[in-house]
């Protein structure tokens, strides 16, 4: 994974290439860095990440003081884990770690 800064004056998201594997041609993506965020302490979020029925998601440290109900839908929080947004992170790291 290749990664360059983006262009905008926004600094809260970061500009993500991929190199596709069938050729050389590039792929692009932005991502506002604020959707890696705890939506309860802003903190940013660590796995294991938790998201109720309706995929909201809390941290780990986060999950137990909602008591297990979730802030936004009061559905059950805390049983699921929410292994994309897990995978993000990973991939953000691991792409980081290269650069």
Do not use: W, Y
Request: some cysteine.
């Amino acid at each position: 994974m290749h990664c360059g800064s983006s262009n905008t004056d926004d600094s809260s998201s970061i500009h993500l290439q991929k190199r596709q594997r069938t050729d050389d041609k590039i792929r692009s993506a932005t991502l506002d860095l604020e959707v890696l965020d705890c939506p309860i302490c802003t903190e940013p979020l660590i796995a294991p990440i938790f998201q109720c029925d309706n995929g909201h998601t809390v941290c780990s440290i986060c999950c137990p003081k909602l008591r297990n109900k979730c802030p936004f839908c009061a559905l059950p929080i805390g049983d699921k884990r929410c292994r994309a947004m897990e995978k993000v992170f990973e991939s953000i790291s691991l792409s980081h770690a290269l650069c």
